[in-house]
T-cell receptor
Framework: NAGVTQTPKFRILKIGQSMTLQCAQD?????MYWYRQDPGMGLKLIYY???????DKGEVPNGYNVSRSTTEDFPLRLELAAPSQTSVYFC????????????FGSGTRLTVV | DAKTTQPPSMDCAEGRAANLPCNHS???????VYWYRQIHSQGPQYIIH???NNETNEMASLIITEDRKSSTLILPHATLRDTAVYYC??????????FGTGTRLTVIP
């Protein structure tokens, strides 16, 4: 049981480049989430999805896009990378019931130079 | 969702119980209290959650006061591997977990 898998683990982008952070879960969870964590700070929600075909903005969505074509996958797209997007990105999933915990991936460390 | 207040850091001797406090004075009746921890730069790890009653699992115990305005996470026998940042979170819906800055617990040999 792999849980939540994120790729890549590390990436360096130049300003203005684009990339997609991949996230896949094999637990048949309905809900999936993308968070970012800046140094010394807590996690902030970027986007979330309550099921295939449904996505919604979180606290800090600007500069990002998402899609959810399948239950398993929830990719995060950065279109025009900026230094402010240098962060560690975590994907998470859950069944979506109030008492459920989240399962997090191991993160993608992104540096924009 | 209600906000929480935690001390920024705590130390605990190895083998002793670690008691991590959390204040959530604005919690509402249907909000759960969750605890997660983050070891170094790994993804947060779920520890335990509760609504009104005290809870215990293989990792920890959660003590919630009768008025639900505060709670304590107890790690009964702290080990060096428990050194981490611990987040206390209250929430109603499934759409977001609000992570504050948490408590950095250092277990000392």
């Amino acid at each position: 049981n792999a849980g939540v898998t994120q790729t890549p683990k590390f990436r360096i982008l130049k300003i203005g480049q684009s990339m997609t952070l991949q996230c896949a879960q094999d637990m048949n969870h309905n809900y999936m989430y993308w968070y970012r964590q800046d140094p010394g700070m807590g996690l902030k929600l970027i986007y979330y999805s309550v099921g295939a075909g449904i996505t919604d903005k979180g606290e800090v969505p600007n500069g990002y896009n998402v899609s959810r074509s399948t239950t398993e996958d929830f990719p995060l797209r950065l279109e025009l990378a900026a230094p402010s997007q240098t962060s560690v990105y975590f994907c998470a999933s859950s069944y979506g019931r109030t008492g459920d915990g989240y399962t997090f991936g191991s993160g993608t460390r992104l540096t924009v130079v | 969702d209600a906000k929480t207040t935690q001390p920024p850091s705590m130390d605990c001797a190895e083998g002793r119980a670690a008691n991590l406090p959390c204040n959530h004075s604005t919690i509402s009746g249907n909000e759960y209290v969750y605890w997660y921890r983050q070891i170094h730069s790994q993804g947060p790890q779920y520890i335990i959650h509760g609504l009104k009653n005290n809870e215990t699992n293989e990792m920890a115990s959660l003590i919630i006061t009768e008025d639900r305005k505060s709670s304590t996470l107890i790690l009964p026998h702290a080990t060096l591997r428990d050194t981490a940042v611990y987040y206390c979170i209250v929430r109603t819906g499934a759409n977001n977990l609000f992570f504050g800055t948490g408590t950095r617990l250092t277990v000392i040999p």
